[in-house]
């Protein structure tokens, strides 16, 4: 079975600096999807990045990127420029084709001013 | 606008009584899911469903059930056999895995067993 792991239960960032949040999967297939979701105080759910695993080239999005490390199982998030507005919980998670989202335990990410 | 909505938000339970949890999405996505969230714990999968009048348990099926007779709705139904159901519940949905895939979820009911 595929299982997501995040070795950091909680993670602190002084805002305008940066800060990267580990995650590594189990999985022995191939081609598969990642993702990154933060989930604020309001417990919405809300999307921050993807990567398809066919893809060598990391995602980005605006002060959010991955890096991503096929061979290791690894997919880290950096958030540059962190805001008071980035502290939320942040879950990983994986999807193969055909199956369901799997996410890890979150990491619990405080913004300090 | 579309989305996926959950309702109630917050729902109250006696011992040994089955609640029904909501959950309707207008997005035209084939699979649903529904996710049990403890305090400080990630999303655990009760159950999903890929296509209407079929659908798979998860990890924590027991105690639960669902149905899926329409594409827009995916009702949870938390059962009496459910020993501790207090915690909060997200629905989720997204079309079948392909390069635009992503889970869009509900605001979540918080059920609490009084």
């Known amino acids: 079975a595929q299982t997501v792991t995040q070795s950091q239960p909680e993670m602190s960032v002084q805002e305008a600096e940066t800060v990267t949040l580990s995650c590594t999967y189990d999985t022995s297939e191939s081609d598969y999807y990642l993702f990154w979701y933060k989930q604020p105080p309001s417990r919405q759910m809300i999307l921050v990045i993807r990567q398809e695993a066919y893809k060598q080239q990391n995602a980005t999005e605006n002060r959010f990127s991955v890096n991503f490390q096929k061979a290791a199982k690894s997919f880290s998030l950096k958030i540059s420029d962190s805001q008071l507005g980035d502290a939320a919980m942040y879950f990983c998670?994986?999807?193969?084709?055909?199956?369901?989202?799997?996410f890890g335990p979150g990491t619990r990410l405080s913004v300090l001013p | 606008d579309g989305g996926i909505t959950q309702s109630p938000k917050y729902l109250f339970r006696k011992e040994g009584q089955n609640v029904t949890l909501s959950c309707e999405q207008n997005?035209?996505?084939?699979?649903m899911y529904w996710y049990r969230q403890d305090p400080g714990q990630g999303l655990r999968l009760i159950y999903y469903?890929?296509?209407?009048?079929?659908?798979q348990k998860g990890d924590i099926a027991e105690g639960y059930s669902v149905s899926r007779e329409k594409k827009e709705s995916f009702p949870l139904t938390v059962t009496s056999a459910q020993k501790n159901p207090t915690a909060f519940y997200l629905c989720?949905?997204?079309?079948?895995?392909?390069?635009?895939?992503?889970?869009?979820f509900g605001q979540g009911t918080r059920l609490t067993v009084v």
């Open positions: 989720a949905s997204s079309t079948i895995p392909d390069l635009n895939t992503e889970a869009f």
């Open positions: 997005l035209n996505h084939d699979a």
């Open positions: 469903s890929q296509i209407v009048n079929d659908f």
């Open positions: 998670a994986y999807l193969y084709i055909g199956a369901n989202f799997v």
